[in-house]
């Protein structure tokens, strides 16, 4: 069949106007090496750092962590040993990122914001990046607003703010984990999202915080992010960067959280591993040049925002581990510069059976009275006073009593009597109410003639006795949050009944 010449045209014309340019640029680079989770790309020349970048043939992500001359460094976020030399590298355009809000909340994800509790995907489309400068001075207000933690001890000496960056530091197994427990669980029922960041901690540690979490209710307003020993270097270094951008994102709506990094010691040893395969020069205990500003730069990014900036806050309580209590190490000397205080657990106290350990002579927050409420202030005025006094004059009390003046051993036992009220049950978070009432009951000489060893039971039988004779005085101290004289006078009288009523006596001849 022959084809007419004014029909080529018009197949010409319909060819032509159908056509569609898909031509795409891609930045597209080379494996040259890799190895130990670290691949060496040439090419990629328009990559950005943290940028990340695909692995086509394994499907697999990586972060642009290196940008040198003429090859790019990058960190194998995943199982590395599937790339080959040669391979093709795309760069995506995006910098790292997670995913936010809040249908994270109640979650357990990895570094990367994926799940891993099992309960399905996470209904988000919203993401921030891992990486962000931090909030300037113009954005931020003063630190003027308690978080309360629960803990008799630190909210009576060692208040935090909310904003604030308080570092918990001592050797291991001293309670310091269960210090971020406790003010996890103590935000129950308030306004405060907290996220806890594991990092570098054995599975079935991580397995069981989130089952006391779970236990006791605190999950319903936590994020866990993890990244476990078992998981890669690299992850463990974004670990932290990840939920600080989950945390923002509620300091940037307008809301209030609470993060904890478990602990920053394994961050460093992280990214010392990550930098010495990168080849950046070590310096310090092999630790890069940077590592002060790897920390900086993550806990600087807790903060109050101004209320122009919604009002927002995000409080960091940062863990480090220390070795035979050695607190002049590099990295906890670096964050002990950088943050608002800290609370220093000490081995020797914890052994004596003074728990939570915290050692109340170095033990400091910077913020002080301005992030407690007023009724603490006014019955823990002189206690940090008091427990400093008992402690210089407590070497005198091994050798015996007998011989001091009646002033120094009335010091000595009100510095003991002290320190048991101080005691604290763990997961037992206390509210600020009951912590009120318990300090004004202590310094108001109803101790003086319980007996050393039974002020502990004396306390939690008070404690049971206001819950339940006088809940509305407890009340009504949390909503005023500072003691009047009829306030003072009704706690005096409760005092008086439960100590003079012969309710403490009656339960003593039971005993």
């Not at 803990?151 to 309670?175: N, V, Y």
């Not at 979490?213 to 999950?219: I, K």
């Not at 307003?221 to 998981?231: C, K, M, Y």
């Not at 006073?385 to 009335?410: I, K, M, W």
Request: glycine share 10%.
């Amino acid at each position: 069949m022959a084809v007419r010449a004014t029909e080529i045209s018009d197949i010409i014309k319909q060819q032509i106007s159908g056509f569609e340019d898909s031509a795409t640029i891609s930045n597209v680079g080379t494996v040259v090496s890799v190895g130990d989770g670290i691949a060496n790309v040439h090419g990629l020349s328009q990559v950005m750092a943290s940028e990340l970048v695909e692995f086509p043939r394994t499907s697999t992500i990586g972060l642009a962590f290196n940008l040198e001359e003429d090859s790019v460094g990058v960190i194998v976020l995943g199982e590395y040993q599937n790339i080959e030399e040669g391979d093709e590298v795309r760069g995506t355009g995006t910098i790292s990122s997670v995913p936010v809000g809040p249908a994270l909340v109640g979650r357990v994800v990895n570094a990367l914001g994926q799940p891993i509790d099992g309960k399905g995907p996470i209904e988000t489309d919203k993401r921030r990046p891992i990486e962000r400068i931090a909030p300037g001075v113009v954005l931020r207000q003063n630190v003027d607003t308690a978080l309360q933690t629960g803990i008799k001890s630190i909210d009576s000496m060692i208040p935090i703010g909310r904003g604030q960056r308080e570092l918990i530091i001592g050797d291991r197994q001293t309670g310091k984990t269960a210090i971020a427990i406790d003010t996890i669980i103590n935000q129950k029922g308030g306004d405060v999202t907290c996220i806890y960041v594991a990092i570098g901690q054995k599975q079935a540690q991580v397995a069981q915080v989130v089952r006391i979490l779970e236990e006791n209710g605190a999950m319903e307003h936590t994020v866990v992010v993890v990244a476990s020993a078992a998981d890669p270097a690299p992850l463990q270094y974004i670990a932290p960067f990840s939920g600080c951008a989950i945390g923002e994102e509620v300091m940037e709506s307008g809301g209030d959280a609470l993060i904890v990094y478990d602990d920053l010691s394994k961050h460093a040893q992280a990214y010392r591993e990550v930098s010495l395969l990168s080849r950046r020069p070590p310096g310090r205990e092999a630790y890069p040049g940077d590592v002060f500003y790897l920390h900086s730069r993550l806990l600087e990014r807790a903060a109050r925002l101004s209320e122009d900036q919604g009002g927002g806050s995000l409080t960091a309580l940062p863990i480090i581990e220390t070795q035979l209590g050695d607190i002049s190490a590099y990295i906890p000397t670096n964050v002990i510069s950088i943050t608002d205080g800290q609370i220093f657990l000490e081995p020797d106290l914890f052994y004596a059976g003074i728990r939570p350990a915290i050692n109340v002579g170095v033990s400091v927050s910077r913020v002080g009275g301005a992030a407690q409420i007023k009724a603490i202030r006014q019955v823990t005025g002189r206690l940090r006073l008091e427990l400093a006094q008992y402690r210089s004059l407590a070497a005198f009390a091994q050798f015996g009593t007998a011989d001091l003046d009646p002033v120094t051993r009335n010091q000595i036992e009100t510095g003991q009597r002290m320190t048991e009220i101080l005691k604290q049950g763990q997961y037992q978070p206390l509210p600020v109410e009951e912590q009120a009432a318990v300090f004004w009951m202590a310094s108001n000489g109803f101790l003086a003639d319980v007996q050393v060893d039974q002020v502990v039971s004396f306390q939690n039988e008070y404690l049971e006795y206001m819950r339940s004779a006088h809940a509305d005085l407890l009340a009504t101290i949390a909503e005023r949050q500072a003691l009047d004289d009829e306030l003072t006078a009704a706690l005096k009288r409760a005092s008086e009944d439960f100590k003079g009523g012969s309710r403490w006596a009656s339960s003593r001849a039971a005993a």
